[in-house]
Every structure is written in structure tokens, then in C-alpha cells.
């Protein structure tokens, strides 16, 4: 049971129009939002998180995590190469491995307690975004259909909110900062919620040092704080075997 349950759990982190806004509810007082835009969502959240020339120099990304279950340890490396489209994500416990993802050449794989499975054309549409470091500035390449929902409350703060419908027509919400315009949440049906939190400067890009997931499956949010990430570095191949 707890090795299924550590096997649910990593594989639950490892799965993420132009419209007039609401009024957003801030800080106790009516907040009048007019005129919003994906596209103006979208270029404050690259402008805070660094500027549109840094992100698009991002080549690819890796990202370690730790978090911890049942009073074991999980370790999560995850590997973003944007400029070959390819995907990593490997759980460990105890230096061993627990689950495993790859995404290369239009095709996928995931290994989780000695099973092996291929990721069929709907699970590929709704994780190709994953190869992305930001997406968002990919929603055509991706096939996405994207609206502006309006605004609500993340956690007391006011959060523009984007709907995405992937090709597979899989959905899912993204929140935006109204002030900061930084993401703090991602949300569906299907891997519950990422909470974004505690941003930090990395060679001049803004990243979370901290996320938050919770879903319908696991008994209680699970806190994963993010301990090192590393841009435009040579990636050995070997990385993304199956």
C-alpha cells in the first residue's frame, strides 16, 4: 500500500481571445479589471519572469525536487529540453528509482514499480506541453485553444485565470498574478492542483522554490520544495532512454 502510494504520488507530479475581465476581489476591495487579454496575461507573466529575450534564450531546463511521504523521502529530477522536444521525469527513494517518464521523438513512456506503459496520442497531446519550459508562449505550436476566464481569488490574492483546451480536449486553468503577474496555480480535473510559491531569481529567471500539490487521491497536500535548477546545460542523451 505505501509503495502504491508513493507510486501515485509521483506519478500525480509528474502528469500540468480577447475577453473583457470581471472584477477581481483584493484585498477586501473591488478591483475593476477591463479590457484583459491572454495575450496581455501572458506577456506580463514573461516580462516578471524575466523578460521575453532571457526566455527565449532557455535551450532547456532541469529542475530537482524533494518531498516527503509517509515519512520517506522522494526525490524528483525533471529534465525540460525544449530545444530537442524531449522530457524527463524520474522519482527516487532511497536511490531508487520509483517512476519514470520520458517523452522523445513524438513518443512516450512511463515506468512505475517495474511496469512499463506507452503514453497513448491523448496522454502525449496533454503532456507535450510539458516540454516547454513556458508554454506560453507555444499555446499555437501546441494546438491549445486558450480564453480569458476572468479573475479569482488564489489564496487571497487576485489571479487572472486562463482556460486551456490541449488537442486532446483535456482542460485546464492557469492563474496568473493580477499584481505580480507571476503563475501561482495550475488546476484540472485530472491531476488536481500546483500551487506556485516563494519565487526566486535563477540567472535571471523567476522560478518557484516551492510547490504545492493536492488532489482528490492523496489524503493531504503534499509540499515539494525545489532544490536546485540549472539552464542551458549540455544534456547527455542517455538521460532520456527508455
Given at each position: 500500500m505505501k509503495k502504491a502510494m508513493i507510486a501515485l504520488v509521483a506519478s500525480l507530479m509528474m502528469s500540468g481571445v480577447d475577453v473583457q475581465a470581471n472584477e477581481a476581489v483584493k484585498k477586501g476591495s473591488l478591483v475593476s479589471i477591463q479590457d484583459v487579454t491572454v495575450k496581455e496575461v501572458v506577456d506580463k507573466?514573461?516580462?516578471?519572469a524575466g523578460g521575453i529575450e532571457k526566455i527565449k534564450a532557455i535551450k532547456n531546463m532541469e529542475m530537482n525536487m524533494e518531498t516527503e511521504i509517509q515519512g520517506m523521502t522522494l526525490v524528483i529530477k525533471a529534465v525540460t529540453d525544449q530545444e530537442n522536444h524531449r522530457l524527463l521525469n524520474l522519482t527516487k527513494m532511497n536511490g531508487n528509482q520509483v517512476a519514470k517518464t520520458v517523452i522523445r521523438d513524438n513518443q512516450g513512456k512511463v515506468v512505475s514499480m517495474g511496469q512499463e506503459q506507452?503514453?497513448?496520442?491523448?496522454?502525449?497531446?496533454?503532456?507535450?506541453?510539458?516540454t516547454f519550459v513556458f508554454p506560453e508562449l507555444f499555446y499555437e505550436e501546441l494546438?491549445?485553444?486558450?480564453?480569458?476566464?476572468?479573475?479569482?481569488d488564489v489564496e487571497?490574492?487576485?489571479a487572472h485565470k486562463l482556460l486551456l483546451k490541449d488537442a486532446s480536449g483535456v482542460e485546464t486553468s492557469e492563474f496568473y498574478s493580477v499584481e505580480s503577474g507571476l503563475k501561482l496555480k495550475t488546476a484540472s480535473e485530472a491531476a488536481g492542483t500546483v500551487s506556485y510559491k516563494d519565487y526566486q531569481e535563477v540567472d535571471g529567471i523567476m522560478v518557484p522554490s516551492k510547490m504545492v500539490i493536492a488532489n482528490s487521491m492523496m489524503p493531504t497536500a503534499m509540499e515539494a520544495n525545489i532544490t536546485s535548477v540549472v539552464f542551458n546545460q549540455e544534456l547527455d542523451s542517455t538521460l532520456f532512454e527508455w
Amino acid at each position: 500500500m505505501k509503495k502504491a502510494m508513493i507510486a501515485l504520488v509521483a506519478s500525480l507530479m509528474m502528469s500540468g481571445v480577447d475577453v473583457q475581465a470581471n472584477e477581481a476581489v483584493k484585498k477586501g476591495s473591488l478591483v475593476s479589471i477591463q479590457d484583459v487579454t491572454v495575450k496581455e496575461v501572458v506577456d506580463k507573466y514573461i516580462s516578471a519572469a524575466g523578460g521575453i529575450e532571457k526566455i527565449k534564450a532557455i535551450k532547456n531546463m532541469e529542475m530537482n525536487m524533494e518531498t516527503e511521504i509517509q515519512g520517506m523521502t522522494l526525490v524528483i529530477k525533471a529534465v525540460t529540453d525544449q530545444e530537442n522536444h524531449r522530457l524527463l521525469n524520474l522519482t527516487k527513494m532511497n536511490g531508487n528509482q520509483v517512476a519514470k517518464t520520458v517523452i522523445r521523438d513524438n513518443q512516450g513512456k512511463v515506468v512505475s514499480m517495474g511496469q512499463e506503459q506507452d503514453l497513448t496520442e491523448d496522454q502525449l497531446n496533454s503532456m507535450k506541453s510539458q516540454t516547454f519550459v513556458f508554454p506560453e508562449l507555444f499555446y499555437e505550436e501546441l494546438g491549445y485553444e486558450v480564453t480569458y476566464g476572468g479573475t479569482e481569488d488564489v489564496e487571497g490574492e487576485a489571479a487572472h485565470k486562463l482556460l486551456l483546451k490541449d488537442a486532446s480536449g483535456v482542460e485546464t486553468s492557469e492563474f496568473y498574478s493580477v499584481e505580480s503577474g507571476l503563475k501561482l496555480k495550475t488546476a484540472s480535473e485530472a491531476a488536481g492542483t500546483v500551487s506556485y510559491k516563494d519565487y526566486q531569481e535563477v540567472d535571471g529567471i523567476m522560478v518557484p522554490s516551492k510547490m504545492v500539490i493536492a488532489n482528490s487521491m492523496m489524503p493531504t497536500a503534499m509540499e515539494a520544495n525545489i532544490t536546485s535548477v540549472v539552464f542551458n546545460q549540455e544534456l547527455d542523451s542517455t538521460l532520456f532512454e527508455w
